[in-house]
């Protein structure tokens, strides 16, 4: 039936469709649940059945709404924080060890194929990266709202990136120093971040910040020695 709808284009009878699927399997996946909670021996055509359910939903992408069949939600997001600190610390390499959360929620994704995991189910596993020892991994916030992943190990220390910002802008003085020539020194391929760590650096009071027509500029912060 949903197959039909697809070719018959016609986009909101199939998300109607959809809603209606998802809603019969999580109602499906509580009555399973009541089941085997009122009997703790447990049965074998119960157990038959969950697994079967746990297998379709895996198939069609929907591996969220069997956590409760499989294991806890925090054993699921436990296993999915493992998982992904595996597959992003080779990426993080590749970029300077850090990256927006938006990228690597859709790096993630596009590598599960049609078995993708959801924004929630994403946020409840980093928050388990410090529970978890020797991952190495970690996500921060800068004020600016942005939202990163950085891998510890190979990234410099906060310390230690104020220190290289500020002999930089020292060096350069009278002309002061642009988001490319921090992004250099600190190794890191995104624009955005290395400007966020610019802007982290002016607000803890060692830089200065000059916009004009022919761009923004980074300066050293003279007002701290007064």
């Known amino acids: 039936r949903l197959a039909d709808t697809v070719l018959d284009g016609d986009m909101d009878t199939l998300m109607r469709e959809a809603t ?10 509580k009555t399973l649940e009541s089941a085997q909670r009122s009997n703790k021996k447990g049965d074998d ?17 929907m591996t969220s709404a069997s956590l409760p069949i499989s294991g806890s939600a925090r054993e699921y997001h436990e296993a999915l924080a493992r998982h992904l600190a595996d597959f992003l610390r080779p990426k993080l390499k590749q970029v300077g ?16 194929g049609t078995n993708m ?8 596993a980093l928050k388990m990266w410090p529970e ?11 004020a600016s709202g942005v939202r990163v992943v950085q891998d510890d190990t190979i990234l410099m220390q906060p310390k230690e990136i104020l220190d290289k910002l500020t002999a930089l802008s020292s060096q350069f003085e009278s002309n002061g120093i642009t ?4 992004s250099k020194i600190l190794s890191l391929s995104s624009a955005m971040l290395t400007h966020e760590q610019l802007m982290a650096a002016e607000q803890m009071g060692f830089l200065c910040r000059d916009v004009t027509l022919a761009g923004t500029r980074f300066f050293p912060n003279k007002f701290r020695n007064f």
């Open 45 to 61: 055509d119960d157990d038959e059945d969950r697994l079967e359910l746990s297998h379709m939903l895996e198939d069609m992408g």
């Open 20 to 29: 209606d699927l998802v809603q019969v399997i999580h109602k499906y996946v």
């Open 132 to 142: 978890l020892p020797r991952l190495g991994l970690s996500q921060r916030d800068f």
């Open 117 to 124: 995991i959801s924004p929630e189910d994403m946020l409840a």
């Open 179 to 182: 988001t490319l020539d921090a």
């Open 97 to 112: 060890g850090m990256m927006t959360l938006t990228d690597a929620f859709c790096f993630f994704n596009r590598a599960r």
